[in-house]
């Protein structure tokens, strides 16, 4: 039996559809395990995946019987079969968001379906809440986050380019049993640590720098996320302020992320604290971990979103001086019923490389 | 005066569409040079790419006046400037195989949009030609990717693993000038080879293999793509006859590749000269080659499309056999008036390495 998709079914009930067409690669990874390019359709009784000759084997091989997954050949399917798919059915759940204009269009008229109905981020909404298995993958994906951190600390050297120091991590995740890096990471030295999300360049590391490091890496599929700022040499008092507020704010965060906590509020804690010393946040405090990087549940200053046992979220506060330099310090966390466990544990105070 | 821009507004005014919604952030660098996440709208008289704080600085200092584009931070926008964007405008285009279903809906509301226009391609039509720096920077792709092809003759021993070589050749590409591979590399060796689409494994390469190692890299976001059979140690008859008519076809294809020639009718030649020995050509004999590793124009013995002078195509002619070996030998090559130019320029005769 497969629970998630059963689980599914009964939320796409409680709306009145009667299956659903889902084109989220992820969602479908997250529902059946496949990682193949396909379409997964929850007909009114069965689970159908279609994708091309060239995955055909893959996915077999990757299903179990409890998947309770047909797998069909796109190939094999005629005109008839796809009108047939939905037959009785009022109507069929898609992916507002994951699906193309054209693609849209194309369902509609493919599978002669009466009502095609939005299902705003139903899927996604059910990954929130990890399950055992999730919750192992992201610890383990956590653990090389921080062995690799460790060795950076060795390798780190004067000289070294932004570059060569996101490869090392790119080389130590695909050698210590993670499938790749979970997102480009990122190596912002000098003043280029002022710029949030700057890709890695040739600048060489040199004496004075700060250097902000955000990496992770992905394991069974799922996500870790972690940044930290280091220094080579001592860094000046100017630099020290802006770190300790940082880690002042990010250590409050993570007492106060459990069950029930208000994203919205904790957002303007910070913000506020950073506006009293003259700085603001500029980017959202925090975001849900998973099968994505950056998913359900995001932090607003906005918008109340309340945190629930087993999500994942980061806590990531920062501050940017253009042009001169910036400070985030990141962690993955797992909220529980009275506070957080922190999945990502490299030392948060200063870390100063004589170079 | 940005040249790409204005003929795009000439094909649009041609179709009476007086603005356009650009989604696809491949389309986005190719019309402007901006890597960032954003959206760029033509409306009547302005070029304006909408991206957010962490992207301001990093999109400022890509651009220089004679790309005509304002920047504009989303969070500056109010509801009336979204009203105001396509005033007096009847027809505007989007692209609907980049936007999804949602994002459509939300735009046609968002900028109170008459008309919202399929567009069907139009500029990935227009990236079909390229201009003198574009062919520049998929030259320099091209020749990183030779020099990589003349490491990995030294590099490549027995008892190394696929998953190795596809790591060497990413490690060289990051470390002698491009950004990155174009694409996963293919390293598949003895029987893998008869996949053409094997994914790297830990195989190690033995005495007696074939391996077909498919790779490129990316230079300024523009790509190459090569691929090479080489063999460890003397190749047997059987595959040695494979590999001349492989390769044959390759050379009379390059020979036949001009302005005005037909990709039907040289994929349909391939094919029959395969069919006459008993195999025949399962995958296109090529593709366009450009910011993205597949783009128009595309190779089909279905459909007739012409070349014209400054596309970039591939010639990959392939044979597999099942559980066996296979062989394919591509090159990227710059259409002419009278011929072609291979881009690429590895050895392709039999290339025996002793292990």
Same mark, same amino acid.
């Given at each position: 039996?497969?629970?998630?998709?059963?689980?599914?079914?009964?939320?796409?009930?409680?709306?009145?559809?009667?299956?659903?067409?889902?084109?989220?690669?992820?969602?479908?990874?997250?529902?059946?395990?496949?990682?193949?390019?396909?379409?997964l359709?929850?007909?009114?009784?069965?689970?159908?995946?279609?994708?091309?000759?060239?995955?055909?084997?893959?996915?077999?091989?990757?299903?179990?019987?409890?998947?309770?997954?047909?797998?069909?050949?796109?190939?094999?399917?005629?005109?008839?079969?796809?009108e047939?798919?939905?037959?009785?059915?009022?109507?069929?759940?898609?992916?507002?968001?994951?699906?193309?204009?054209a693609?849209?269009?194309?369902?509609?008229?493919?599978?002669?379906?009466?009502?095609?109905?939005?299902?705003?981020?139903?899927?996604?909404?059910?990954?929130?809440?990890?399950?055992?298995?999730?919750?192992?993958?992201?610890k383990?994906?956590?653990?090389?986050?921080?062995?690799?951190?460790?060795?950076? &600390?060795?390798?780190? !050297?004067? #000289?070294?380019t932004? %570059?060569?120091?996101?490869?090392e991590?790119?080389?130590? $995740? +695909? *050698? =210590?049993?993670?499938?790749?890096?979970?997102?480009?990471?990122?190596?912002?030295?000098?003043?280029?640590?002022?710029?949030?999300?700057?890709?890695?360049?040739?600048?060489?590391?040199?004496?004075?720098?700060?250097?902000?490091?955000?990496?992770?890496?992905?394991?069974?599929?799922?996500?870790?996320?972690?940044?930290?700022?280091?220094?080579i040499?001592?860094?000046?008092?100017?630099?020290?302020k802006?770190?300790?507020?940082?880690?002042?704010?990010?250590?409050?965060? &993570?007492?106060?992320? !459990?069950? #029930?906590?208000?994203? %919205?509020?904790?957002?303007?804690?910070?913000?506020?604290? $950073? +506006? *009293? =010393?003259?700085?603001?946040?500029?980017?959202?405090?925090?975001?849900?971990?998973?099968?994505?990087?950056?998913?359900?549940?995001?932090?607003?200053?906005?918008?109340?979103?309340?945190?629930?046992?087993?999500?994942?979220?980061?806590?990531?506060?920062?501050?940017?001086?253009?042009?001169?330099?910036?400070?985030?310090?990141?962690?993955?966390?797992?909220i529980?019923?009275?506070?957080?466990?922190?999945?990502?544990?490299?030392?948060?105070?200063y870390?100063?490389?004589?170079?």
């Open positions: 039996m497969n629970l998630k998709i059963k689980c599914l079914r009964g939320k796409l009930a409680g709306k009145n559809m009667q299956g659903m067409i889902i084109t989220n690669p992820i969602n479908i990874r997250y529902l059946t395990g496949i990682t193949a390019e396909g379409l359709l929850l007909t009114r009784r069965e689970n159908i995946f279609i994708t091309d000759a060239r995955y055909i084997e893959e996915v077999n091989s990757t299903l179990t019987i409890d998947d309770d997954v047909i797998v069909y050949n796109v190939s094999d399917i005629s005109k008839e079969d796809y047939n798919f939905f037959t009785f059915c009022e109507n069929i759940g898609f992916e507002e968001n994951h699906i193309t204009y693609k849209y269009k194309e369902y509609k008229h493919k599978y002669i379906i009466n009502n095609l109905e939005e299902t705003e981020g139903m899927i996604e909404a059910q990954r929130v809440i990890k399950d055992e298995k999730e919750i192992e993958y992201i383990k994906a956590c653990q090389i986050t921080d062995q690799c951190f460790e060795h950076l &600390l060795q390798y780190i !050297k004067i #000289g070294k932004e %570059k060569e120091i996101a490869f991590i790119e080389r130590y $995740f +695909k *050698t =210590h049993g993670a499938e790749k890096e979970a997102f480009d990471t990122i190596v912002a030295s000098g003043p280029n640590s002022s710029k949030p999300h700057a890709i890695p360049t040739d600048r060489e590391i040199a004496y004075g720098d700060c250097i902000t490091i955000d990496f992770g890496c992905m394991y069974e599929g799922y996500c870790s996320d972690m940044t930290r700022t280091i220094f040499g001592e860094p000046k008092e100017s630099v020290k802006v770190y300790d507020l940082v880690l002042k704010n990010q250590l409050q965060t &993570l007492k106060d992320l !459990k069950e #029930g906590a208000n994203l %919205k509020i904790l957002s303007k804690m910070v913000d506020n604290d $950073f +506006k *009293t =010393h003259g700085y603001s946040l500029i980017h959202a405090l925090g975001h849900g971990v998973g099968l994505e990087i950056h998913e359900k549940p995001f932090f607003s200053i906005y918008t109340d979103h309340f945190l629930k046992e087993n999500m994942v979220v980061t806590n990531e506060p920062g501050i940017y001086i253009p042009n001169e330099f910036g400070v985030r310090i990141e962690d993955t966390v797992l529980t019923k009275s506070g957080c466990i922190t999945l990502t544990n490299s030392e948060k105070n870390s100063i490389l004589e170079g």
